[in-house]
C-alpha cells in the first residue's frame, strides 16, 4: 500500500530487499498478481532467500533449545492472566500514552485525522507500547536512571502509531470489514483514504523518530516499516504454495508480527543506556515472544468460532496463506496437499482440510512450537533484574500461551 525505499541499513542484521511492488485491493486483481509473485519467488529459490541475516537465524526451529531446559511451567498459574492487570505496573504510562496518540497524529488533516481516531478509538490491548514502558522500566534500573526519558514515552507513541497504520493497511488488503468490533477505516471512508491515512501515519510516525535524534533507534524501526512491506510480499507471493517451509514461515511472520515487537523491546533498552549485551537480550526477547504471538494467532483460526475470532474460522487458509498447523499437517496427509493446490475448488473442500489440520497432528505440533519461543523469551529475560516490570514481561508470554491452554 505505501511505497517504502530504504537503504539496507546495517545494525547487527542485514535483511533482504525485496523488489517495489504496488498493491491494489480489488480481488481480481490481486488473483493476478498471485500468480505473478508467486512466479518472481521461485525465480529466487536458487539464491536460498534463507541464507540471511545473523540474528535473523535462530528463527529457524532447528536445535533452537538444544541443551536449553525450558522454564515455563504454566501449571503453576491458580487462573487466567489479565494483561490488564499485567499492565497495571504502568497503567498511568500508558494513560498519558492514551492522551497523547490523537494529539501526535496531528489536527492539519482533518479527513485523515478523523480516519486515524477511527481506529485509535476502537481501542485495543496496546500490548507494544506496555512492552515499550515495561522494557524501559526494566532496564532503568539498571542504569540508576529514576524516572522514564522523554524519549521512552515517544518511542511508545511512534512504535503504537506504526502499528495502527500497519493495521489500516492491512484491512484493505484483506478487504477486512471489522476491526476490533468497529467498521474499518476503508468501510467507512474508502480505499483510498485509508490508503491516504495509514501512509500519513507512517510519515508521521517517521518525523517524530527522526527528531529522537538517535541513529541507532532510527535505523531500528525504519527497518520495521521495510519489513512490513517485506512480508506482505513474501505472503502474496506464496499463496497456496504447499512447498513453502516453516523456515519462509517463521521468517514472514517475523516481517509482519515480530520485528516490530522485537523493535520496541530493543529500543527502548537502549534509551535506558544500558550496555549492547542487554540491548540484544531485550531484541531477542520481542523476536521470540512477536513470533510465538503470530504462531498462537494462527492456532487460534482453526480452535476458536468466527463469533471469538470475528471473521470466519479457517480464514487464513480459504486465502491460500498457509500458516505453521497447515504446514505441520501436509507432513502427515497428502490429501491435504491437493485439496490446497485446487484453491479449495469442490464444494465443502475448505471444511475437509480444516478437519484435517486437526486431525493430523498440526495443531499440536504448532502449540509446541508456540512454546519453543515463549520459553527462548523467558530465557533472554534472564539478563534483567528481578522487578514487578520484569514479572510483568515473563506474565505476557504466559499470558500468549493460556490462549491455547
Same mark, same amino acid.
Given at each position: 500500500?505505501?511505497?517504502?525505499?530504504?537503504?539496507?541499513?546495517?545494525? $547487527?542484521?542485514?535483511?533482504?530487499?525485496?523488489?517495489?511492488?504496488?498493491?491494489s485491493?480489488?480481488?481480481?486483481?490481486?488473483?493476478?498478481s498471485?500468480?505473478?509473485?508467486?512466479?518472481? @519467488?521461485r525465480?529466487?529459490?536458487?539464491?536460498?532467500?534463507?541464507s540471511?541475516?545473523?540474528?535473523?537465524?535462530?528463527?529457524?526451529?532447528?536445535?533452537?533449545?538444544?541443551?536449553?531446559?525450558?522454564?515455563?511451567?504454566l501449571?503453576?498459574?491458580?487462573?487466567?492472566?489479565?494483561l490488564t492487570?499485567?499492565? =497495571?505496573?504502568?497503567a498511568?504510562?500508558?494513560?498519558? !500514552?492514551?492522551?497523547n496518540?490523537?494529539?501526535?497524529?496531528?489536527?492539519?488533516?482533518?479527513?485523515?485525522?478523523s480516519a486515524?481516531?477511527q +481506529? *485509535?478509538?476502537?481501542?485495543?490491548?496496546?500490548v507494544r507500547?506496555?512492552?515499550?514502558?515495561?522494557?524501559?522500566?526494566?532496564?532503568?534500573?539498571?542504569? @540508576?536512571?529514576?524516572?522514564?526519558?522523554?524519549?521512552h514515552?515517544?518511542?511508545?507513541? +511512534?512504535?503504537e502509531?506504526?502499528?495502527?497504520a500497519?493495521?489500516?493497511h492491512?484491512?484493505?488488503?484483506?478487504?477486512s470489514?471489522?476491526?476490533? $468490533?468497529?467498521?474499518?477505516?476503508?468501510? !467507512? &471512508?474508502?480505499?483510498?483514504?485509508?490508503?491516504?491515512?495509514?501512509?500519513?501515519?507512517?510519515?508521521?510516525?517517521?518525523?517524530?523518530?527522526?527528531?529522537?535524534?538517535?541513529i541507532?533507534?532510527?535505523?531500528l524501526?525504519? #527497518?520495521?516499516?521495510?519489513?512490513?512491506a /517485506? $512480508?506482505?510480499?513474501?505472503?502474496?507471493?506464496? %499463496?497456496?504454495?504447499?512447498?513453502? $517451509?516453516?523456515?519462509? &514461515?517463521? %521468517?514472514?511472520?517475523?516481517y509482519?508480527?515480530?520485528?516490530?515487537?522485537?523493535?520496541?523491546?530493543?529500543g527502548?533498552a +537502549?534509551?535506558s543506556d544500558?550496555?549492547?549485551?542487554?540491548?540484544?537480550?531485550?531484541f531477542?526477547?520481542?523476536?521470540? !515472544?512477536?513470533? @510465538? *504471538?503470530?504462531?498462537?494467532?494462527?492456532?487460534?483460526? *482453526?480452535?476458536?468460532s468466527?463469533?471469538?475470532?470475528?471473521?470466519?474460522a479457517g480464514?487464513?487458509?480459504?486465502?491460500?496463506?498457509?500458516?505453521?498447523p497447515? %504446514?505441520?499437517?501436509?507432513?502427515?496427509?497428502?490429501?491435504?496437499?491437493?485439496i +490446497?493446490?485446487?484453491? *479449495?475448488?469442490?464444494?465443502? /473442500?475448505l471444511d475437509?482440510?480444516?478437519?484435517?489440520?486437526?486431525?493430523?497432528?498440526?495443531?499440536?505440533?504448532?502449540?509446541? !512450537?508456540?512454546?519453543?519461543?515463549?520459553d527462548?523469551?523467558? #530465557?533472554?529475560?534472564?539478563?534483567?533484574?528481578?522487578?514487578?516490570?520484569r514479572a510483568?514481561? =515473563?506474565?505476557?508470554?504466559? &499470558?500468549?500461551? =493460556?490462549?491455547i491452554?
Amino acid at each position: 500500500m505505501m511505497s517504502v525505499s530504504c537503504h539496507n541499513l546495517e545494525i $547487527g542484521r542485514t535483511p533482504l530487499d525485496f523488489l517495489a511492488c504496488g498493491c491494489s485491493s480489488n480481488a481480481s486483481v490481486k488473483r493476478i498478481s498471485k500468480g505473478i509473485l508467486r512466479n518472481v @519467488s521461485r525465480r529466487f529459490n536458487g539464491r536460498k532467500l534463507l541464507s540471511y541475516r545473523q540474528d535473523i537465524d535462530s528463527i529457524s526451529t532447528k536445535a533452537s533449545l538444544a541443551g536449553v531446559a525450558p522454564v515455563l511451567d504454566l501449571n503453576k498459574s491458580m487462573k487466567p492472566i489479565s494483561l490488564t492487570n499485567v499492565f =497495571e505496573v504502568v497503567a498511568d504510562d500508558l494513560l498519558t !500514552l492514551n492522551k497523547n496518540l490523537q494529539n501526535i497524529v496531528g489536527a492539519e488533516n482533518p479527513v485523515l485525522m478523523s480516519a486515524a481516531e477511527q +481506529i *485509535f478509538s476502537a481501542g485495543g490491548k496496546r500490548v507494544r507500547p506496555a512492552l515499550v514502558f515495561l522494557v524501559s522500566r526494566a532496564t532503568a534500573e539498571l542504569s @540508576s536512571l529514576k524516572d522514564l526519558k522523554t524519549e521512552h514515552r515517544r518511542l511508545a507513541e +511512534i512504535i503504537e502509531m506504526i502499528h495502527t497504520a500497519s493495521l489500516i493497511h492491512d484491512d484493505v488488503l484483506d478487504e477486512s470489514d471489522i476491526r476490533r $468490533g468497529k467498521e474499518t477505516v476503508h468501510q !467507512l &471512508y474508502g480505499t483510498r483514504v485509508a490508503v491516504l491515512a495509514g501512509d500519513y501515519m507512517f510519515a508521521q510516525s517517521s518525523w517524530y523518530l527522526a527528531n529522537l535524534e538517535n541513529i541507532e533507534v532510527i535505523k531500528l524501526i525504519s #527497518q520495521v516499516i521495510k519489513d512490513f512491506a /517485506s $512480508g506482505e510480499i513474501k505472503q502474496a507471493s506464496n %499463496l497456496f504454495d504447499c512447498d513453502v $517451509g516453516l523456515d519462509e &514461515y517463521l %521468517l514472514k511472520s517475523y516481517y509482519k508480527t515480530a520485528s516490530l515487537i522485537a523493535a520496541s523491546t530493543k529500543g527502548a533498552a +537502549i534509551f535506558s543506556d544500558v550496555n549492547s549485551d542487554i540491548n540484544e537480550q531485550m531484541f531477542q526477547y520481542g523476536k521470540n !515472544l512477536g513470533l @510465538s *504471538f503470530q504462531i498462537v494467532d494462527d492456532i487460534l483460526d *482453526f480452535t476458536q468460532s468466527a463469533a471469538q475470532l470475528g471473521k470466519p474460522a479457517g480464514s487464513d487458509l480459504a486465502k491460500g496463506n498457509l500458516t505453521a498447523p497447515v %504446514l505441520f499437517a501436509l507432513e502427515k496427509e497428502p490429501k491435504l496437499r491437493n485439496i +490446497i493446490e485446487s484453491e *479449495f475448488y469442490d464444494a465443502g /473442500s475448505l471444511d475437509e482440510a480444516i478437519n484435517l489440520v486437526k486431525t493430523c497432528g498440526g495443531i499440536q505440533r504448532a502449540q509446541d !512450537l508456540a512454546k519453543e519461543k515463549a520459553d527462548l523469551a523467558m #530465557q533472554n529475560l534472564k539478563c534483567l533484574p528481578s522487578s514487578p516490570f520484569r514479572a510483568a514481561l =515473563e506474565e505476557i508470554v504466559k &499470558y500468549n500461551l =493460556e490462549r491455547i491452554d
